[in-house]
Nanobody
Framework: QVQLVESGGGSVQAGGSLRLSCAVS???????????MGWFRQAPGKQREGVAA????????NYADSVKGRYTISQDNAKNMVYLQMNSLKPEDAAMYYC?????????????????????WGQGTQVTVSS
């Protein structure tokens, strides 16, 4: 069973940065997978949306248009962790952020996400951005 535990959320001012971490257990990032991992977010009153995905076995990343150039998803195989570096944060980036696994994707570069859905979810970490 895959388990995901997020950390790193907090409150920042607009223009600031945060790095979210996702500790992964039950699955080794460096081994073959038919799916991607990624990050989603959900703001109050809004639907959950995918923001970044990574194919942890072969590389390749994909980002929502709203975060391109500001967010970077990465992995550390030695620690079995997935990260989301968020720069130039805007008030509209404020949301609960979720680490996810089992995202259907094309598993190559350039990476394409077939559907922003996932089989496994973390409990979420809150990001607040003040203007």
């Amino acid at each position: 069973q895959v388990q995901l535990v997020e950390s790193g959320g907090g409150s920042v001012q607009a223009g600031g940065s945060l790095r979210l971490s996702c500790a992964v257990s039950g699955y080794t990032l460096s081994t073959y997978s038919g799916f991607c991992m990624g990050w989603f977010r959900q703001a109050p009153g809004k639907q959950r949306e995918g923001v970044a995905a990574i194919y942890t076995y072969g590389g390749g990343t994909n980002y929502a248009d709203s975060v391109k150039g500001r967010y970077t998803i990465s992995q550390d195989n030695a620690k079995n962790m997935v990260y989301l570096q968020m720069n130039s944060l805007k008030p509209e980036d404020a949301a609960m952020y979720y680490c996810a696994a089992g995202i259907p994707c094309n598993r190559r570069v350039p990476l394409a996400v077939y559907q922003w859905s996932a089989n496994y979810w973390g409990q979420g970490t809150q990001v607040t951005v003040s203007s």
